[in-house]
Nanobody
Framework: QVQLVESGGGLVQAGGSLRLSCATS????????MGWFRQAPGKEREFVAA????????YYADSVKGRFTVSRDNAKNTVYLQMNSLKPEDTAVYYC??????????????????WGQGTQVTVSS
């Protein structure tokens, strides 16, 4: 059974930084492309960032481009989301997701096969 566990969320002031981690229990991490999504209160879950198995390709939502960086460590079966210059509108539960097509970055929820439980990020103004 595939498990994804996010960590690193918390409360931060606007302009600050956080680094989210997502540890996975998959047998072969390189079989998966990885994504980050978020869901703010009263809103739908939305795409944030994605990365292919080799880190060759990454893709970001326009709202986070230039502020967030997605990366992965295949030796540790872990994907990261470095978030800088945080804004109050970044407040949300952040989820990582795994997709069994490792060479493609995708942005739709239905294109991912496994999901974590989420970690809360709160940015105060």
């Amino acid at each position: 059974q595939v498990q994804l566990v996010e960590s690193g969320g918390g409360l931060v002031q606007a302009g600050g930084s956080l680094r989210l981690s997502c540890a996975t229990s998959v047998r072969t991490f390189t079989n998966y492309a990885m994504g980050w999504f978020r869901q703010a209160p009263g809103k739908e879950r939305e795409f944030v960032a994605a990365i292919t198995w080799s880190s060759y390709s990454t893709y970001y939502a326009d709202s986070v481009k230039g502020r967030f960086t997605v990366s992965r460590d295949n030796a540790k079966n872990t994907v990261y989301l470095q978030m800088n210059s945080l804004k109050p509108e970044d407040t949300a539960v952040y989820y990582c997701a795994a997709r069994l097509r490792p060479a493609e970055v995708k942005i739709r929820i239905a294109q991912y096969d496994y999901w974590g439980q989420g970690t809360q990020v709160t940015v105060s103004s």
